[in-house]
């Protein structure tokens, strides 16, 4: 293979035809997930993240600390001493935080200001997640890794408001582009969870099911249940795990790419419904149907004409 | 556009994505060898030397070794936590841990002695419980385990404001196996670390790990 055909390949890869569908769902999918996230936390939001003695655990120390890792992490201690600049007190900046992150996300969802709203959701909850600290999980940092590639991807998909009243587009030259960086990362994701899973016993035998299924807080479902259908947790735990480590495969080749995609989805949906983390759920499917869904038979079937239509003549 | 002009056009573009699939990569593998390196997995444990050695290789490359304030690692640093890349995805693994499980043992003046548990409004907001016990018990510096577990203490001692003293138990639990469960048998408690705040002033806390 020469130099130049490697290019080419390279070229092809990056640069192909591409539809601004998972834009949107990507857009649409973080909007409600922050808006979900913010709604989720707004009975202890200053609970969580005041500083002093009103907090379960003071956000001044959660800082001191990232502040020795590196004193640029965005925090909400930025936040706050601006509105103490200002008079603002500390408890109307927390909520003002929470009330703009309710708007940036309503904002991604219409897709009206799309870029701004992008920029605004990815600072303040990254700001709330760094600050929250130890409370952090999961859920946070894939919010942020999906928030990011929005802030950056081309926005204005024809489903945004932006593109319905200011005739807005997207740089059709980067939308495959963008969505190469998403579509390698999830496959990293998968790769790396699927490979750490395999290396514990308790993937090949059950106990980690078991235990995942069964532990509290995750106990949704009753264990007298799980107990029943003991003989088939080895099993499960192992198709899980095949499942992650061969995402990285399986998703790019063509005839296994949706039996992959609804499975991925089928396990993180079980996962919600039985261990109750919905909204660490619903970010890897927005994850998964931005990066990896295919659009174009689906808009095809919607602007086909109806039935009744095709049946008059 | 020709498709080469557009890989000259973009170029910078390509190199910046490039140089962010890498910096996550590096994370994923440092993250993967010190799990591999530290809990039980199926590799013989002769292998732990070598885990720990490419985990050491895969921090170096991200300038963990770097003397912290240096503006190599910050600029580093500050990526990785803007991009929320910072931590790799070893979620449940490589098995799924015992959980954790704060006990508030409240003393008051009558003798009385009463049990709570942290509190919290949503339901939500106890898986980042959970996520704050689990890094409590990683935490090997004790001043700071010690302030963790006071800042813990204080809500509940001020919805108790006649306790004379609060005892904080860390542990975790044992879960039973599913054949255990089918015997009956139920979730077993193990205390790691105890603290006692004497709620009256000028009385250090005392840790019993």
Known sequence: M????????????LFYQESDRWVSVLRIGLGLQVIFLSLALRRDW???????????ISRDLTEAALNAESPFIPRLGWLIEVGNHFGVPESITLWLTW???ILAGCLLVVGLFSRIAAILAWFLYLCVVRSVGYFSYGVDNLTIIGLFYLMIAPLGDRMSLDSILWHRSSNRDLLPFFRRILQIHLCLIYFFSGISKLAGIGWWNGASLWRALTVPPFHFVNPE????????????????????????????LRPTR??????ICTMHLMIGLTMGMFLFAFIMIVLNLAAFATFESFTRRLRAPPVSAILQY | MSQAGRLKRYRYLIGFALAHLLLILT??????????????TIFPIASKPFWNDAAAAASFVLGEDLQLGNPARNLVTSYLNAAGIEAGYGFFSPNVPSNYKLVFELHYPDSRTEYELPHVADAATAFRLESLLDRIAEVSYEPM???????????????????????????????PSPEQFQRGEKETFEPVYAYDFDLRPSVPATARP
């Open chain 1, 2 to 13: 020469t130099v130049r055909s490697t290019f080419q390949r390279i070229e092809q890869f």
């Open chain 1, 46 to 56: 200053t609970y969580l993240l005041s500083s002093g003695g009103r907090a379960l």
């Open chain 1, 99 to 101: 009330l703009f992150l």
């Open chain 1, 225 to 252: 249940l799980v107990v029943r259908w003991k003989m088939l947790l080895p099993a499960a735990g192992l198709a899980i795990c095949a499942l992650e480590l061969f995402y990285p495969i399986f998703i790019w």
């Open chain 1, 258 to 263: 949706t039996f992959w995609l609804v499975s």
């Open chain 2, 27 to 40: 994370v994923c593998l440092r993250d993967t060898f010190t799990t591999f390196a530290l809990a039980p």
């Open chain 2, 145 to 175: 385990r010690q302030t963790m577990f006071q800042m813990l203490t204080y809500p509940v001692w001020q919805r108790h404001p006649d306790a004379i003293s609060v005892r904080a138990v860390l542990g975790y639990v044992v879960w």
